[in-house]
């Protein structure tokens, strides 16, 4: 294979020697020839990749760009590379899990991503199966050997690990078996599905046993900590209390905008979960059964390409289609979508947690999935895995940075809010439900990792969090619960979002205001994308730069 520069050499060479190291990553990518295989979750089985980092490093340094393109691939492989060395350095990765995210969830939603037609799919698929207790083994020896070093998670997200590994543990493993063989053709499957529960189910009570009694009480990391995150997260340097501040002004504003269409769907109401409760409970907000909803979704998406295609984006044909699908068992309240293999031969697909129920607020679903597909993550990670000839392997496939791609998915919901997409008004409630949320973690975020103190002078904790989600996020209690969970699991991760997309609104509007008729929005979305993952600070100045064509 010929490669543009020697930056790209090395990005590809990286990608391959890493995915050896990860058949989980493998499978992720579309490389053949590890899916009968799952992680070593060890502090042994980690430092082989933590080596590759290092040395890969090393090599990158020596490297000179030959021109711009070259230069951007070098540093956003530097900084994604350099960052991943720290959290392996200071054991961060090794003790960062929670209620949403897991070699736990991991290992369950793997399956979830797996061929299954042929023969041999099934063969490889029921090898993986008879390897998941090894792999949670993997995993627990792990966080014990951290727990010896003083390095702990919370009580809150051990609690909540135990709740996923029992709700597995029911028939999470068995289940899939039986919606990918519903005539029992591969009954080894179906046997070490069972046995896969069985082990998860087992592992729930050894976690409960022993570690959660050497579980840390305290829930927030503090500021050294957060700040670290924060920078992961965002690729910025964040001045915590300014971005705290400009939160509590945006979560005012958006719900002022609120109160002025309350009235539209619940004339009378004093508070806005009256009106979200109101929504939840209208015939003509809502779809009744999973069967309905995935059918809706998926029109939904491809009318959304329709509208877009070739007036405010350019859609490639071989991404046009982006699949949706119930999250598996075990899976956070929360929708989620996942890209395309590199090959393209498994579409960017769709996530619907349903909690076990058949009845689904459209009103809030709208607005969410222009934020999951089209045009929000699925054209964002879609048109980067294009982009073989601008970006390298490394940009396309391991260079996601939340601040970046989450930012870009609340731009695409404001964009088709501007669009006039949202013009009835319990649709506009649901887009500005989740402006709310995504303001509202700002707040609760920093105020509970950094002990800031709300309005009544008490430091932020999970119940004023949680109040707040339901009161100006409109969240029902379980989803604000699991909301708060995952905040105080994953410090800095939750800001990315509104952070990020207030880096790409001032972005677009610095190039109108520097180009003036020469601005074209679809020229601004296709030259962005285009540019791939990076920190926000970096993608800010590239920006800057941008002459318009």
Known sequence: MTFRSPIFELSSTYIDDMAKLSPMGCTYLGIKGYDHELDDFSVEGRKPSAELISNTLKKLESLQPIDDIDRIAKAVMHERLSSSKELHDTYEEHTMWNVLLSPVHSIRQIFEMMAHESSEDFAIMTERMSKVEWAQNTWFSCIMDMSKMGKVTARRQVLGLINTLETIGKGGYSNFAKKADPANTYPQLHENAKKADAAAAALAIRVKSEYLPLARSEDAFGEDRYRMWARFFTGAQLDLRATYEWGLEDLQNINDRMWRIAPKLKPGAKTLREVADFLDESPDHTVKGNDEILKRLKAFTAAAADRLDGVHFDIDDRIRFCDVRLAPEGSASA?????????????????LPTLGKDVHGWWNLVSTWYHEAIPGHHLQNAVAILEKDRLS??????????????????YAERFMDELGAFDEPGI?????????????????????????????????NADSARELLINYALLDKEHATSEVDRYLGWPGQAISYKVGERVWMKSREDAKARLGAKFDMKKFHSYALKLGPMGLDPFAVEMSNWDGN
Request: include cysteine; aromatic fraction near 14%; hydrophobic fraction near 35%.
């Open 335 to 351: 929708a989620y979508y996942m890209s395309p293999s590199e090959d393209l031969s498994r579409p960017g697909t769709t996530w």
């Open 393 to 410: 392997r490394f940009q396309r496939t391991e260079a996601w940075i939340s601040g970046y791609g989450e930012g870009w998915a609340l």
């Open 428 to 460: 506009e409630m649901g887009f500005l439900s989740g402006q709310g949320l995504r303001a509202a973690r700002i707040v609760v975020d920093i105020g509970m990792h950094c002990g800031y103190k709300d309005k009544n002078g008490n430091v932020w």
